[in-house]
């Protein structure tokens, strides 16, 4: 790098706020221990979610199986080129345990193994339970190898949060009072109500409120995947993680790649905060929807000849329809790059059909009304399953390896 991202005084702001939380090995062991399953679920029981946990471990007991498909089919996976699978929106306990409800009726469908979820980290999903009852159903229970959790600077906090940062770090940050002793950080380029789109605006010092908020989570739920939505978060985040292996990034849609310039951008902040063992706490890379499928090779060639560690690529295979263009779908182009030998992740932000509430806004809808609505979105995931299901067995058929949660494989 011809010049240094984070001066002095951000790697010292940095540090100091990992040191307010016990340092590094403190957050680590803390993370792992409340990500097994039986913490998790002591810790559900005695928020309300008991009962949910034990029914989505019944109807999770009956999805099918992968081995069982490839038999009948009579699959060889003798290509290069390995898919994994990757579905979008599952927007908290109620949702994601609506949506196993109605898999388990299906009964045919193989679960993705990698999940998303656009939910504001709100004291409310972070401390009611609600965010871990999820992450329990997600990787204890279906064995989920991934769930992406999304933190927005904009989400509206207690102000003694933005307090405490302030003064363990040193910095001021721009917010408003909203009453009821809660601020918000102020947005100048407002897309939403959680600004620009879900938090690519990240102005000033905000970085650091966002690395607050993915720790927050970690430590009380056991989360250890989040959306990265900016570059000065990717920076920031890869200073971050460096001494926490348990906590790794997505690289944000919303951001994404477009081009190999913008790859190598990325790459290059990368390389600058590789952990000791050479490792990278960035963990996948959403390659945007304006790629080609012959750029998304030369990504994946450009990558792989890097020298960096492994770092998985997805695309986009259909999009909800205020995100892009109408009709998307890059199925074949998905094809193209597996046959190239090129690994790729699929992922569904929609199934391709305009359903209500497969929309940028629903992801933003109060805790509330995102419980009172939690059939009508886990009809949308559930739709979403369906299609990722449809399109991952139509690229095993064609000799692709292609990966599921481990629920598809026990």
Not at 21 to 33: D, P, Q, R, S, T
Not at 39 to 49: L, P, Q, V
Not at 142 to 169: D, Q, Y
Not at 268 to 280: A, M, N, P, V, W
């Amino acid at each position: 790098m011809h010049f240094k991202l984070l001066r002095e005084r951000d790697t010292k702001a940095i540090d100091a706020l990992i040191d307010s939380y016990g340092g590094a090995k403190a957050i680590n062991e803390k993370i792992a221990l409340t990500r097994e399953y039986e913490t998790r679920k002591k810790i559900a029981a005695e928020k309300g979610f008991g009962e949910m946990l034990q029914q989505a471990e019944k109807r999770a007991a009956t999805f099918p199986k992968v081995d069982d498909f490839i038999a009948a089919e009579n699959i060889k996976s003798d290509k290069p080129g390995i898919c994994t699978t990757q579905v979008s929106g599952f927007q908290g306990a109620y949702v994601t345990a609506d949506c196993i409800r109605r898999l388990a009726e299906n009964g045919k469908v193989l679960f993705p193994t990698e999940m998303i979820s656009v939910v504001a980290l709100t004291e409310h999903y972070v401390y009611s339970g609600d965010l871990l009852a999820t992450l329990a159903m997600a990787e204890n229970i279906l064995g989920a190898s991934k769930f992406c959790s999304t933190n927005m600077v904009s989400t509206p906090l207690p102000e003694e949060r933005f307090t405490k940062v302030e003064k363990i770090t040193g910095e001021k940050f721009d917010r408003r009072d909203i009453g009821d002793g809660i601020s918000q950080l102020i947005l100048k380029n407002m897309g939403t109500p959680f600004g620009n789109f879900g938090g690519i605006e990240v102005g000033d010092n905000n970085h650091l409120v966002y690395l607050d908020g993915v720790t927050r989570a970690a430590l009380e739920t056991g989360a250890n995947f989040f959306l990265n939505p900016s570059w000065s978060t990717i920076v920031a985040a890869c200073y971050f993680a460096r001494e926490i292996p348990e906590i790794s990034f997505k690289i944000s849609m919303l951001l994404s790649i477009q081009n190999t310039i913008q790859l190598r951008m990325l790459m290059s902040i990368i390389k600058e905060y590789l952990r000791d063992d050479g490792t990278t706490p960035i963990y996948e890379i959403n390659i945007g929807n304006a790629v080609s499928p012959e750029i998304f090779q030369q990504c994946f060639e450009e990558l792989k000849s890097s020298g960096l560690p492994d770092i998985s690529l997805a695309a986009h295979m259909r999009i909800n329809p205020d995100l892009g263009i109408e009709g998307f779908n890059w199925t074949e182009n998905a094809h193209k790059v597996l046959d190239s030998g090129c690994n790729l992740t699929i992922k569904y932000e929609s199934d391709g059909t305009a359903r209500p509430y497969d929309t940028m806004e629903t992801y933003f809808l109060p805790d509330e009304e995102r419980y009172e609505k939690a059939e009508l979105i886990g009809d949308v995931i559930y739709h979403k399953c369906i299609r990722c299901d449809e399109d991952a067995k139509e690229i095993m058929r064609r000799g692709h390896e292609t990966r599921f949660a481990q629920i598809a494989y026990k």
